[in-house]
């Protein structure tokens, strides 16, 4: 028989689901009416969670490849288990701003139709549980680059985080065509 090769951010999802059966009362909290979970990080100074359905894998930055007569904001492409993968500063992307790379700088790796893709973020902080009462309006967060993508947020002690809709940014065609005219 032969086993199924997974991606390990997959692994580490159902290690998650697993041990959290064991702890009690944990997955009745996190599977509750109103409860939203996803994977929280920052650019620049903006607070942002993405679904965990629209992220396949986090990797720290590999090296890059430039791809000639490409927008800016795509870094290049990177070999990724023998896969290409083209990188994108979501922060140059959204905001005409170069994300500056430092030991915290990973890329978040998401699926698009025709590949996957990996989105540059400056730092990322991990899981983050919301229920509705702590839902606010989006209109500080979502605003200029970020508004087709930030439609909710929630207000966590004095941060407000953005959900930001991935699946949404690797739909719109300015994303998807990414060489230059």
């Known amino acids: 028989m032969m086993s199924e090769q997974r991606a390990p951010f997959a692994v580490l999802t159902d290690y998650e ?11 009745d909290q996190i599977d ?4 939203w979970r996803g994977i929280a990080f920052r650019i620049g100074t903006r ?4 679904s965990f359905a629209d992220i396949i894998e ?3 930055v590999p090296p890059l490849t430039p791809v000639p007569g490409g927008e800016g904001w795509l870094l290049g492409v990177a070999n990724l288990r023998s896969s290409l993968l083209p990188v994108v500063d979501l922060k140059q992307y959204l905001e005409g ?21 990996a989105v540059l ?3 990322l902080i991990g899981q983050r549980n919301f229920n509705q009462s702590q839902l606010v309006s989006s209109e500080d967060i979502g605003t200029g680059g970020y508004a087709p993508y930030v439609r909710q947020a929630y207000r966590m002690g004095e941060v407000v985080w953005g959900v930001f ?3 949404r940014l690797t739909r719109t065609p300015e994303f998807r065509q990414a060489a230059a005219a």
Request: net charge positive.
């Open 47 to 50: 607070r942002l969670a993405a």
């Open 121 to 123: 973020i400056d730092e």
């Open 32 to 35: 509750a009416p109103g409860m």
């Open 17 to 27: 689901r697993r041990s959290l059966g064991h702890v009690a009362g944990v997955p």
């Open 97 to 117: 701003e170069r994300t500056v790379q430092q030991a915290g700088t990973r890329a978040l790796v998401i699926r698009q139709s025709g590949g996957d893709v």
């Open 58 to 60: 986090i990797i720290s």
């Open 165 to 167: 809709d991935m699946a």
